[in-house]
């Protein structure tokens, strides 16, 4: 079981050490983060939430791309990811996405983090 003080701590930790391009040390609180966080029920509640949650965004969004305004096989996406200290339920890190938009956007975000991290 993970609460969200938890939650916010493994954030925190994985976030400084990001920041200290201390990816060995990352990783091991990524790896770590991911065993407490998929053990406890408390997960199942996080999904129920996120289920609601993209229910809401793609209904603000009209269901259509902000990108390209397609309205086939949208997503939900955090503007700035989640592994990046982004929020996870902020409407305002939340936008729709078709998948060709997401998968560009990915990619850019790929592009960049290989620039700053070498990685
Ligand atoms: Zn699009």
Redesign the pocket.
């Known amino acids: 079981m993970i609460t969200l003080e938890q939650r916010e701590a493994y954030r925190a930790a994985y976030g400084a050490a990001m920041q200290a391009r201390d990816m060995a040390k990352a990783n091991a609180i990524a790896k770590e983060w991911g065993s407490v966080e998929l053990e406890g029920r408390q997960s199942t509640v996080y999904n129920a939430d996120w289920v609601e949650k993209r229910k809401e965004i793609l209904a603000r969004d009209g269901g259509r ?1 902000v ?2 305004a ?1 309205t086939e096989r949208v997503q939900v996406d955090h503007i700035v990811p989640v592994s990046r200290g982004g929020s996870e339920f902020d409407n305002a890190n939340l936008q729709t ?2 998948r ?2 997401h998968k560009e956007k990915t990619r850019q975000e790929l592009i960049r983090r290989h620039e700053e991290y070498g990685y």
């Open positions: 791309c990108k390209c397609s996405l078709c060709p938009c």
